[in-house]
């Protein structure tokens, strides 16, 4: 008689094959596994089933609501994968957890608040040579291009095209590479950093572009702890349901900002939606959706342009 296949070798065939397709999974690939040895712990034999895959997503009070349904969530997709291979595993409805999966809604930085950021980034102490004007600079460019921190803090030096003012964004969270255009204000301040940081043999790196100590790769446990301790200092509170500002609000005040300009400039959104998309970086336009925000300039806007709608069919009436 053969052996039967464990479910952690079925788990590593399921996420062996997704990475093939481009997806990263290294997260989700950890929690997947811990459910297959969990299964296979248990003594699990045959098709999956809800009750088996709900008793593990919840196993642990420690556990948020919200996390559990992440857990489920990742099973999904293996159990989905099973389903189509044995016709009889069942996929578990996300609604058997109803409750934890709800949007954050984010913090959307004003002008007032981007300025005071980058003034009390200037002003950290000297823990390094570089170390304010890393920060001010990393920050910036948080703000004003919508990356990912791991895109910013992942730059190399040949990825950053100082006289053509472009970045080239390698590996992404889709595996995927793109090029970002920088304003030449961001330009102008990306050249003064690396130019700093060429003067500083202490700081020089030979192929990071934003560096802390001693010219090592800036790592992002240290600009979590830093970025937390101004807004701290600055004394803000979120105005999402998050008690405080994330650096990730960088990213959603950026696609809100842009937004906002388009529709004051009159640009058709529904089309222009797919550059801003294809910029952020996303897998798919619903992804850039999810970054928006009913900020009060998006809805006083979108009020105004429902009122000239209605206008105009009052007036076909």
């Not at 102490?125 to 990912?148: D, E, K």
């Not at 446990?221 to 500002?245: A, D, E, H, M, Y």
């Not at 529709?263 to 999810?290: M, N």
């Amino acid at each position: 008689m053969s052996r039967q296949i464990t479910m952690v070798a079925l788990a590593r065939e399921y996420l062996a094959h997704r990475r093939s397709l481009g997806f990263d999974l290294k997260a989700a690939g950890t929690v997947l596994l811990d459910f297959a040895r969990f299964a296979d712990r248990t003594r699990h034999r045959g098709p999956l089933t809800t009750e088996l895959i709900l008793r593990w997503a919840t196993r642990s009070k420690r556990h948020s609501r919200r996390y559990q349904m992440e857990r489920l969530s990742i099973v999904r997709g293996f159990a989905r994968h099973m389903a189509a291979r044995d016709g009889q595993t069942k996929v578990p409805d996300m609604r058997l957890l109803d409750g934890g999966h709800r949007r954050q809604q984010p913090h959307i930085y004003t002008d007032k608040q981007l300025w005071e950021l980058l003034e009390a980034a200037a002003k950290l102490s000297t823990a390094y040579p570089l170390r304010p004007y890393t920060y001010t600079t990393l920050l910036g460019l948080l703000a004003s291009t919508g990356l990912r921190i791991s895109e910013a803090l992942g730059l190399r030096k040949d990825d950053v095209d100082l006289a053509g003012g472009v970045l080239h964004i390698r590996q992404t969270k889709f595996r995927k590479e793109r090029l970002v255009p920088m304003h030449p204000s961001v330009m102008r301040a990306m050249r003064s950093y690396a130019d700093r940081q060429d003067g500083n043999r202490s700081s020089r790196s030979e192929s990071a572009f934003f560096v802390g100590r001693r010219g090592r790769p800036l790592p992002y446990t240290t600009v979590r702890i830093t970025f937390r301790r101004l807004v701290t200092k600055l004394g803000w509170r979120s105005n999402g349901t998050l008690p405080r500002p994330r650096i990730h609000d960088l990213r959603h005040s950026f696609a809100c900002r842009r937004m906002l300009r388009w529709y004051r400039q009159g640009v058709d959104v529904d089309h222009a939606i797919t550059s801003l998309s294809t910029y952020l970086g996303h897998g798919k336009v619903t992804d850039t959706y999810w970054y928006l925000s009913g900020t009060a300039e998006l809805l006083s806007i979108a009020g105004g342009r429902f009122e000239r709608f209605a206008s105009r069919e009052r007036g076909r009436q």
